[in-house]
Structure formats: C-alpha cells, structure tokens
C-alpha cells in the first residue's frame, strides 16, 4: 500500500508521547495523566527524554515511514523550537527520540503534544499528554526533636513513654511521604493533606533497631509523588537503653489502642474478651530463654477476690509480650493488680513494679463464633479462599482484642507448612483472617473447628474430583492460569473463558476485548488479571461474580505475574519494551525499561526478583523488586516463557531460537545448562514439589517433560495444533496447555 494513500491515513493514530521512567498515575487522577521527576528533566544536559512512536499500525501491517517525514514537540500549545527532526534514510521503522529543553515546563500541569508532517505536506497533532512537573523543590527542611531528649538522650524509659518528632519544610505539598532515619533504621509515613503539624512517634522497638549510641544520625527525606527527593541537615541524638529496669505491665481492654488509659479497665470494652497485660522486652535486660512469671490478682474492698499466675517462656527478645487474662477473673468493681517476675536458670533476678487499675461498668458475655465466608471448595491441594472468622457478643456486637483457634483438618497445612490448632487475635472490628491454607490430595468433604472460650464452630471444606484428561473446545486460546484453589482454569483469548476442573466444562465466558494474551490470579484468588494487548490494558476481573471491574492502562502488555504477597503485577509491555509494576491496592503505575518486545515474566517465591524475557533482545532480564531496577541481564536465544523454581534456586527458559530450555542459578544468574526440546518451545511451568518442568513445543504440537533433577528430558506428550502456554494443577496431576491452531485446552494427566 501507498504510504501517502487515503486508506492508510485512516490507520494513521499519533499516539502521545512516551516518557521513559516518568511516574503515573498521579493525583488527583483529573490533574495529568503522568509526573516528570527533576531527575529527567533538570538532571539531563539536554533536558527531557520524548519518544515519539506514532506508526503502531504500519509496524503492524510491515509497512515503513517515509524519509523527509518530520516530527515536531509541542509544549503548552507552542512549538517548541529545535526539538524536532526528521525522518533520515535508515531511520523509517525506528521510533524518533526528542529532546524537551530545560525551562519549558511550567509549575504544574503541562500539554506536551507532537505534530508529525507526511512527506506529501498532510500534518497531524498526538493525543495530548498532560504532565504534572514541581518547579520548585522543597526546602527550608528541620527535625524537631523535643529538648528533653536533645538534652538527656532516649533511655528505655523515656523510649517506651514514646518521642515525638516534628518535621517542618517548605513548599508542603499534597501526597508527600517522609522518610526518616534513625541511625540505620527507616520510618515511612505519608504527609497529612493541608497545614495540619507533621509529628511521628518513635517507641521502644525502633530505638532498639536503630542501637544504642551515643551519636546516633537522625534526618529525614522528603518524597513528593513524583519521586522528588530532598534531605534535611543530620542532627544527632544520645540512644542509651542500657538502664536494667522492669517497667510496670501495661493494662489494656484492646491491645492496639494506644492511647487508653491504663489505669481503667471497662468492662464494657472488654466485651467479654481477655484483659491484656502488655511488657516491653528490652534485649539489654531479657534474655531468650528467660522465663516470666507473672501474678494477676482482683481485690475488692482491698481483699483477693480472683487471682491467676502463669510461668512463660521468652521466645524472642526484643520485642512486646501479651498475656492474655481471662475475663472471668476482671471483676467488677474490683481493683486489678499485674506484677511480674524475669526468672533465669530457676532464680528471680528482678521485679516488676506494680501495675494497678481500677475496673468500671458491668461484665458482658459473648458468645458468638462464626465463619463469614464458609464453604470452602477447592481442587486437590489447592488453597482454600481466605478463611474469614467473626468473634461477637449475642447483640452482634464485633470483640475486639478476642482469642480464638483454628483446628484444620488431617494433612491440611498453614502457609508456613504448620498444621493442626493455631491460635489467633481478632482485630478491632472482631474478625480473624487466615490466608494460604492448602489442603489435601485426597478428594472428599472436610471440616475446618474453630473455639473461642466454650463457643465452637464448624465450616466444611469440599475437596472436588479431577476432571478427566482431554481436550476442551474453546473458541480461541492464549493465555492459561489456575486458580490458587484449584478449581478454575482461565482462558485467555477475545474473551476469558472459565472451565471447572472437576467436569472440564466451560462455565462462562468473560468479555475483555480482543487480544487477551496473559492471564495471573492473586495470592487469594479473588482476582484474575488478564494483559490485552489490542486495547492496552490489564483487565481486572472479580472471580466471584466473573466481571471485569477496572482495566489499567498499558502499553502492548503480554505476560503478567502478581507478586507471592498479592500488591503488585508485574506485566510485560512488549510494544514499548518495558515493564509495568501495577500496585494493587491503587493501580498506580511505574514503568522499568528492560530489553527489546519483553514477552514471559515470573516472579521468585520470596518475592524479591522479577525474571523477564527480552524476545527480540535475546536475553532475560533480572529486576530487584525492592528498587525496580534491573539488575543484570542474562544471554538467552529469543526467551519466549518462564518459570521459577518453588525453592527460588532455578529459572527455567524457554528459547525458541535455539529450541532449547535454559537452567539458570538464581544465586549466580549464569545458564548452567541448555535442555534440548521440541521444535520452537513456548510456555513453561514448574511443578509445585519442583521435580518437574513442563514446556510445551509450538511447532512439534508436544509437551516436554523434564526431570529437574537431572536436566533431562523424560518424554515428549501430544497436545493439540500448536501450543502456547502451559499451567499445572495444584496436586501436580494435570498440565493445561492452551492450543492455538486447534483452539482448545488440552487436559493432560502428567
């Protein structure tokens, strides 16, 4: 087709201009679509980075620009003179890359917009990018630090009464975060809107983690939400908590709420739960394997009413030790008395003081125990759903601060691999969440006990069926995920398509639009994201009620991977060779630039590195999730899929340039073999014991079957016309692989 012709002016969309590392979203979300940092504006000699990448579509098609074409930067509505250029021989399918001088942007919201002139003289605008720039930086910066302890240092004492710190600086802006430093120790916390004073307090535990010193370096950092960064001049404080002493306990009807007063206990606010007996550990003064011993008595008319003694372990130092006192014993009117004793080696070598409280209002009861989300119903060993608890009084009433215990059933496990009884706190609003429980292999109907003092109660878990090995009809597949609990397989395609593992029959159908790549479940199942490539975006759906609920925007996103503790995703962006970092709690965007059409992404089990796969780069990208930074890049032959290993020692890539996958030391980041496979290998997963990795071959229509222990291929399974990617149920029984020439799901038992 003609360049200049009419049809392909019709397909001719200017995109807005792309700024490598800027920040987005911002707030508020109507201001700008984006934040440029000063570190890519004023930091550069020749000012901000703009990539101009208007021909999506001929790129597409395998058409080229023509030479003389030009490009030219608009800012705030004006041309912006020597930042444009244009289209030289050579350069037709390259992006064009232009520079925005310095003292362009204005404080606040900008229009940054470029117009590209065709050959023929036909010119057109971009969309518009509005980009949120802070002309001036903050400054003026000083910690407050009250002048008893600029004076006397912080001992255990006064670290325990809490030090409050102030912090002051100009040009206060909306979504600031400050992050102060103590010695080697971080607080982060974020500005409070308007002109109200910023304070933090510091206790106990951070003055232990920052270390005793008589010098220590306090300052802090102001962020802005573009990434700003500006530190206040060092002031220096005397730590000493090396003063042995035994506090007095502190007497609590709800744990976390600081600000009670210690010396009333409401029985009303107790709401039949515990009282709770709270003491600081200071490592100076307690030892792990100490013990404590400790006496609670209730006196009324100044005679002992009700009394309770419990000797305990000290299991970590430093730290808070609760000790819960039944209810039973607070009587009312009564006054309540807590004193403990530090025994080592058998000998009592200090005392506390007394901790002495007077007890108000009447005694309440409760006695309601219940599971909010029950029944549980997962696949063999899958996970169930997180496992909701409701502590409450008769009048539905929420018991704060309450004591209750979980019993799973035989060869049920915590996350941590634990199983049987576990005892947990209910929060303020008197619920207990358990996250993680991964259940049996054996199929059948189970049930989950939880008490709470005499009050008991029941849910039933279903472990389903394996669906029979086969092959599902889809009407088109791509992307493939199992779902934590095992018991759904989504289908990514021009729309996601549900199957149930125990039957293999297609549920529903999800609409999200054409091009529905990859496909990623949180940690607790109550969301699939699946990256669209032709309307970049990463829908988000509901997998209760199967609709999707928001889309965030991206750029061409292929693979995806949420990260093990469920705040991020991590997708690929293979149009603009980048990855997307998605928070998930507020769908805030940041972009990393890795290497060239970025395809498979997988994350370590620990969560703290991102493995992606540089298709058209030849080489695996290794991103530090604490920084988002890339930390090396690993040669690979065109690395397509990607796998981790459950103990986070190996990678596993798949290289259809070499048909070939890659065994990589994550400890080292070097390839320690190449694993001869089918023709042109695709997707990729590992099984949950980690003895085997699975590869499905695109061109060979096979799965291949790797034992991890000895890097050697055990057999190659038929699957349909032309596999993609591959998953693996729970129980390792079943692989999923998604054919795309045949456009099914092959079920095949493994």
Request: aromatic share 6%.
């Amino acid at each position: 087709m003609d360049i200049q012709s009419a049809a392909l002016n019709e397909l001719f969309v200017l995109y807005p201009v792309i700024i490598p590392g800027w920040v987005s979203p911002v707030k508020p979300a109507d201001i700008a679509h984006g934040g440029i940092p000063k570190a890519l504006y004023d930091g550069q000699a020749q000012g901000l980075e703009c990539l101009v990448d208007p021909w999506t579509e001929l790129q597409l098609r395998s058409w080229i620009m023509a030479v003389d074409d030009r490009v030219d930067l608009y800012c705030n509505g004006d041309l912006v003179p020597g930042a444009g250029q244009t289209v030289k021989p050579g350069e037709e399918t390259l992006r064009q890359r232009l520079y925005l001088p310095h003292e362009q942007l204005r404080h606040g919201a900008n229009l940054l917009q470029y117009e590209v002139t065709r050959v023929g003289g036909n010119s057109e605008r971009s969309r518009d990018l509005r980009v949120l720039y802070h002309l001036r930086p903050v400054d003026s910066l000083d910690l407050v630090i009250p002048a008893d302890v600029l004076k006397d240092g912080v001992s255990a004492a006064r670290a325990a009464q809490g030090v409050e710190f102030g912090f002051t600086y100009a040009n206060r802006r909306n979504h600031d975060r400050i992050e102060f430093l103590l010695g080697d120790t971080q607080v982060r916390f974020d500005v409070p809107d308007g002109t109200a004073a910023i304070t933090h307090t510091l206790f106990t535990d951070t003055f232990q983690k920052a270390g005793d010193n008589p010098s220590a370096v306090a300052e802090f950092y102001v962020v802005d939400q573009l990434g700003n960064r500006v530190k206040s001049p060092e002031k220096r404080l005397d730590i000493h908590l090396d003063r042995v002493e035994l506090e007095q306990a502190i007497l609590r009807e709800i744990p976390t709420e600081n600000n009670d007063d210690p010396a009333i206990v409401d029985l009303a606010k107790l709401n039949g739960g515990p009282l709770w007996a709270l003491i600081h550990l200071i490592d100076t003064i307690w030892k792990v394997g100490d013990e404590i011993h400790l006496t609670f008595t209730s006196l009324v008319n100044g005679s002992p009413v009700a009394t309770h003694e419990q000797t305990l372990p000290i299991t970590q130092v430093p730290g808070q030790f609760s000790w819960d006192i039944p209810n039973s014993k607070v009587i009312a009117d009564s006054v309540v008395r807590v004193i403990y004793e530090q025994v080592r080696s058998g000998v009592v070598i200090a005392t506390s003081r007394t901790a002495t409280a007077q007890v108000t209002g009447e005694a309440v009861e409760h006695d309601v125990l219940t599971f909010t989300n029950e029944p549980y119903t997962i696949a063999p060993a899958g996970r169930l759903k997180n496992v909701e608890l409701l502590l409450s009084t008769r009048n539905n009433t929420p018991v704060p601060g309450g004591k209750l215990s979980l019993t799973l059933p035989a060869n049920f496990m915590y996350a941590d691999g634990s199983s049987g009884q576990r005892d947990f706190i209910t929060d303020a609003a008197g619920r207990v969440s358990v996250s993680r429980i991964k259940g049996t292999l054996i199929t059948g109907s189970y049930s989950l006990s939880a008490t709470s003092g005499a009050q008991v109660a029941n849910a039933t878990v279903t472990v389903t069926e394996r669906g029979p090995v086969g092959s599902i009809p889809v009407t088109s597949s791509y992307g493939i995920a199992v779902s934590p609990d095992g018991t759904r397989v989504y289908v990514g395609n021009d729309r996601v398509s549900v199957i149930d593992t125990a039957t293999n029959q297609v549920l529903t159908h999800i609409p999200v639009g054409s091009g529905s790549v990859g496909i990623a479940f949180s940690p607790d199942g109550t969301r699939a994201y699946a990256s669209n490539q032709a309307i970049h975006r990463v829908c988000v759906i509901d997998t209760t009620t199967n609709e999707v609920v928001t889309n965030i925007p991206a750029n061409t996103p292929t693979g995806i991977a949420v990260s093990p503790d469920g705040s991020r995703i991590y997708v690929s962006n293979y149009g603009s060779h980048t990855v997307s970092v998605i928070d998930t709690a507020t769908h805030q965007v940041l972009t990393i630039p890795v290497g060239n059409n970025p395809w498979g992404v997988a994350i370590s089990p620990d969560g703290t590195r991102t493995y992606v796969c540089g298709r058209n780069s030849r080489r695996v990208s290794v991103i530090d999730t604490a920084t988002n930074r890339v930390l090396t890049n690993i040669p690979a032959n065109v690395p397509v899929g990607v796998a981790v290993s459950p103990d986070g020692t190996r990678v596993y890539v798949s290289n259809q340039g070499s048909h070939t996958v890659s065994v990589i030391d994550t400890a080292t980041n070097q390839v320690l073999t190449n694993i001869l496979v089918g023709n042109n290998p695709y997707g990729i997963a590992v099984s949950q014991d980690g003895s085997r990795a699975y590869v499905s071959n695109y061109d060979s229509d096979t799965v291949s079957v790797i034992d991890t222990a000895t890097n050697q291929v055990l057999t190659n399974i038929p699957a349909g016309s032309n596999p993609l990617w591959i998953a693996i149920s729970p129980d390792g029984t079943r692989a999923y692989v998604c054919n795309f020439t045949s456009h099914t799901v092959s079920v095949i038992g493994v």
